[in-house]
C-alpha cells in the first residue's frame, strides 16, 4: 500500500525559505513521479512541482519557478521541496501525491492530472 508522508511546513516569514518533505513507501512501479501541490484558503488546488524516476525530469509551476527545487532522496524514498524567497501567497496546505500511470509518471507538460494516491498535508503560514 502506497503511503505518503509530508512534513515541514510552519510558520515562514515573508522572504523566508522552507523545505518540506514527502517520505513515500509502498510504490512498486519503476516509473513514478511525485509531485507536489498546494491549496490556499478558498482557491482550488495547483500544483506546483514535480519529479520523476523516468530521467529524473522535473517540472514547475510558473507561480513557484525560479524560487523553488525538487529533489529526491533514493536511499530515503524521500523528496524535498525547497522553496526560498516565501511570499504571503504561497501560504496554504501543501500536498504531495504519487502517479505511477502514463504520461503522468513523465513529470512533463502533459499538466498535473493522474496523481491518485495523496498524504495528509503540512501547512504553511506565511506572517512576519
Known amino acids: 500500500q502506497v503511503q505518503l508522508v509530508e512534513s515541514g511546513g510552519g510558520l515562514v516569514q515573508p522572504g523566508g525559505s522552507l523545505r518540506l518533505s514527502c517520505a513515500a513507501s509502498?510504490?512498486?512501479?519503476?516509473?513514478?513521479?511525485i509531485g507536489w501541490f498546494r491549496q490556499a484558503p478558498g482557491k482550488e488546488r495547483e500544483g506546483i512541482s514535480c519529479?520523476?524516476?523516468?530521467?529524473?525530469?522535473?517540472m514547475y509551476a510558473g507561480s513557484v519557478k525560479g524560487r523553488s527545487a525538487i529533489s529526491r532522496d533514493k536511499a530515503k524514498n524521500t523528496v524535498y521541496l525547497q522553496m526560498t524567497s516565501v511570499r504571503p501567497d504561497d501560504a496554504g496546505v501543501y500536498y504531495c501525491?504519487?502517479?505511477?500511470?502514463?504520461?503522468?509518471?513523465?513529470?512533463?507538460?502533459?499538466?498535473?492530472?493522474?496523481?491518485?494516491?495523496w498524504g495528509q498535508g503540512t501547512q504553511v503560514t506565511v506572517s512576519s
Open positions: 509502498g510504490i512498486t512501479p519503476e516509473y513514478y513521479s
Open positions: 519529479i520523476s524516476t523516468f530521467g529524473e525530469s522535473t
Open positions: 501525491a504519487v502517479a505511477t500511470t502514463w504520461p503522468a509518471y513523465l513529470c512533463s507538460g502533459s499538466g498535473w492530472n493522474g496523481y491518485d494516491t
